[in-house]
């Protein structure tokens, strides 16, 4: 598959929640589920992983592969601070987006619909400076969450080794980019996690299931969100 249209302007769209989301219409992929960018975030990735290991851990180490729009991060950090821990979240991103682009999207003002402010953070400071922070250093983004954006493919960045509880796998789908799903990528993503860490992703497929299985983790199927029917847990233990 051509990779061409990852240079491209992604648009703007709405999804079913109220949240934003970025689409490339010339391929017909996009970053989050229309069925609500946010919620799929929370369903995918915030509950499952986070939160599960927020419960166990007093100090997160969270790996993003794909830093897109910082909806992760975001999520990340309003949780964070719900559960009182702390958090070092590292993200990977090869195509940052242009403020042009991120300074639109409305995650800070859905949230609020959504879950409420009830620690009555200043969410719109707290998504522009994620965005904001520098790339390729660890940045303060508030007391307890410390964030670093490196700028790169993650096929070629160093990972420190059986560091992370949380990796949030979302990267396109193998359609688009099947050289981000194989066994030997996964090798690197599984020696970088802790023990008892989870990756999850929303993808299901059977090649992306054997590439994680062959590298030790296991795997449980969970409920997709929304229209899709499974979501993958993977845990190394
Ligand atoms: C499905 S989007 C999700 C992004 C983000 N998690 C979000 O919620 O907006 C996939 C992201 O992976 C990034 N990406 C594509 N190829 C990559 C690579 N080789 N290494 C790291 N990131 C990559 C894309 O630019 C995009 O931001």
Redo the contacts with the bound molecule.
Sequence with gaps: MD?DF?NTTPELVVTSDGSH??RFPAVG????SVHG?MSE?VHVYIAPCFESQAKANPMVEVL?????????AFLTLCKSMEYGIAVNYIA??????EEKIWSRLNYPEVYKKLYGNDLGLDLETIFQNLHTAEWGREVEIRPNFRLTKIR????EIALPANTFHCV?Y????PQY?P??WTADLFARIAAAMHDEASLTTYCCKGDVKRALKANGLKITKLPGFANKREMLMAVKN
Excluded: C, K, R, W
Excluded at 29 to 32: K, Q, S, W
Excluded at 64 to 72: A, D, I, K, Q, R
């Design positions: 990779t990852l989301s970025l992929e996009g970053y989050h960018a975030a993003e592969v794909g830093f897109g729009t910082g909806l992760n990977i991103e090869a195509y940052p987006l790169g493919m993650v096929q949030f979302d990267a396109f789908a980019q050289e981000l």
